[in-house]
């Protein structure tokens, strides 16, 4: 049942077009939980049948292995966790090392975020030599990170644009 229902999911998600990350995390997390009150559920039932529970089961897994994928599924998910921890921790130690940037009295209304219902919230410019590419970090106090050599060799047309495409990605979150 739970192999089946995995390949339907599986296969269901392949549909709709781009579907984005975090609503596939969703539905692949109800997957696991519906998943595992599968082995539960029987067992929570009051009237418990006699030895021939699983006769009309053409597959039977011993619980433990249901405790098994358990354990490794969360081992795996706490090393992502750990992964991801340190990699926030690195993103903002580089943030904290980036070099703000001044920004022109053109690009200053462009910084403000939009559509949040916080007004007057900002986003910064900074300018830093570990970046590769334009990005945006920080959740509460964002950052647009440029790397510097873009930096230096950008108009003031394309800097607008850059700044433009940043500020959309903070506003659609």
Known sequence: EGAVLAACVALSLRLPPRLNATARSVVWMNVFLLLMLLQV??????????SGAFQDSAFHLNPCWSVAIAAIWAIFSLWNG???????????????????VQPDAA???LLRIRGQGKPGRSAELYASAEV??????????????????????LTTLE??????????QLRRA
């Open 107 to 109: 690009l200053r209304p």
């Open 82 to 100: 750990a992964q991801l921890i340190l990699s926030a921790i690195g993103l903002r130690r580089m943030a904290i090392r980036a070099t703000p």
């Open 159 to 168: 800097l607008r644009q850059v700044v433009l495409h940043e500020m959309e």
């Open 132 to 153: 590769e590419r334009p990005c945006v970090l920080g959740f509460f106090q964002p950052r647009i990170l440029l790397p510097t050599a873009l930096l230096e060799r």
């Open 41 to 50: 559920l029987p067992s929570l039932g009051e009237n418990r049948p006699a």
